[in-house]
């Protein structure tokens, strides 16, 4: 098999469909399909950045380049950027791009929000999952420039990196538009939700 026909074989097989299913029980079928989308460019994600020899998962500049090229993917910006062709995995990119901003798309046309504005929490979540897989990428180079293989940071900040490049919120969030039970502004601000988010 090809690159591409094994990992089309592997996505397959991780079933991100019943994923969907078992996180969004109460989810319409549309819903449960979108959600499948979006975990399955999570795994493609991970994918690159996880292999120690990634060129991308090793550089911080390189990565914040390709976050801010998601992000104003799945953020539907007026302004989509492009990547150069030098980029590692730049198809692969573009292909995760389209397939977020597609999720997007999906979530305003089948009435799930009204327009880009109630997408504005997802999209701030995913910010903050590509946030978090930046500070781990700087964490592993700080690390390397070590003479032993101490830890350099605190119990607190490692957390709050892992909760980050989690993407739990991001999954909250788009449960939370799928399943019809957005927060208000006002609400978020309440310290007890804050607490629940990040339990």
Excluded at 74 to 100: K, M, W, Y
Excluded at 131 to 138: A, F, H, L, N, S
Aim: with cysteine; net charge negative; glycine share 6%.
């Amino acid at each position: 098999k090809t690159s591409t026909a094994r990992l089309v074989d592997v996505i397959c097989r991780c079933r991100f469909d019943k994923l969907a299913m078992l996180v969004h029980r109460d989810c319409s079928q549309e819903g449960c399909e979108i959600a499948a989308n979006f975990y399955t460019t999570l795994f493609l994600i991970d994918d690159i950045l996880d292999d120690e020899n990634s060129e991308i998962g090793n550089s911080k500049e390189l990565l914040s380049t390709l976050m801010d090229y998601l992000l104003a993917a799945v953020s539907l910006s007026n302004e989509p950027q492009e990547l150069d062709t030098n980029i590692p995995h730049r198809g692969r990119f573009i292909c995760i791009g389209n397939a977020l901003a597609n999720v997007s798309h999906r979530l305003i046309q089948q009435s799930f929000v009204t327009d880009k504005h109630g997408l504005r929490h997802f999209v701030a979540a995913v910010e903050e999952y590509f946030t978090g897989c930046t500070r781990e990428i700087w964490i592993r180079e700080k690390n390397k420039n070590l003479n032993d293989e101490r830890c350099t940071t605190t119990i607190e900040e490692y957390s709050a990196i892992r909760l980050g490049c989690s993407c739990v919120r991001a999954a909250l969030e788009l449960g939370a538009i799928l399943g019809g039970a957005q927060l208000s502004d006002n609400l978020r601000q309440d310290k007890s939700i804050e607490t629940m988010l990040v339990a």
